[in-house]
């Protein structure tokens, strides 16, 4: 009796334990993470240029789409709780611009307070035409099969002879 309570109480403390370790927070680090020695924030402009950033930094996470002279370094921490939408934490985006000579110019920091929600549109463009039925479509070519195909006169592309051609 007393070693099928025990069972019990294990059973069941077990069962507890899985189910609390289900509500503890994921964290995860995505994109660029800095090294306690080379951090994008003590990069000097006038006296690095692209090749030091470069060696420093390594690659950056994205160029600008238009200035290309920018370089961006990207990094999130994103916590997931069970099932529910991950929710980012903390957000860091060093912005580094060159001048024509590769030297850099200007460091800017962003966080997570300087992003914006942007609200997509989800219209559609119409296009030019009609649109067919699902019997139009199955029917629609009834009647419109190509003659050359039922009298073996098959023309081949590149003019060569093969199967069906007739040579």
Same mark, same amino acid.
């Given at each position: ?17 899985? #189910? ?6 994921? $964290?995860?680090?995505? &994109?660029?993470?800095? %090294?306690?020695?080379?951090?994008? !924030? @003590?990069?000097?402009? #006038? ?6 950033? $470069?060696?420093?930094? &390594?690659?950056?996470? %994205?160029?600008?789409?238009?200035? !290309? @002279? ?10 997931? $709780? ?86």
């Amino acid at each position: 009796m007393a070693s099928a309570l025990i069972k019990t109480v294990a059973a069941a403390a077990l069962i507890m334990g899985f #189910g609390l370790s289900a509500c503890n927070p994921t $964290l995860r680090t995505h &994109g660029y993470v800095p %090294t306690e020695k080379d951090k994008p !924030q @003590e990069i000097e402009p #006038g006296a690095d240029t692209k090749a030091t950033v $470069l060696a420093r930094l &390594g690659n950056p996470s %994205t160029t600008g789409t238009f200035e !290309q @002279e920018t370089w961006y370094y990207m990094s999130s921490v994103r916590q997931r $709780l069970a099932y529910l939408r991950p929710i980012t934490e903390e957000r860091q985006i060093t912005a580094v611009v060159f001048n024509d000579d590769g030297q850099v110019q200007a460091v800017a920091e962003y966080g997570l307070e300087d992003g914006r929600i942007v609200n997509f549109v989800g219209r559609e463009t119409p296009t030019r035409g009609r649109e067919l039925s699902v019997l139009e479509q199955i029917f629609g070519t009834i009647g419109r099969l190509p003659t050359d195909s039922l009298t073996g006169n098959r023309q081949t592309p590149g003019g060569g002879g093969g199967p069906g051609s007739g040579r």
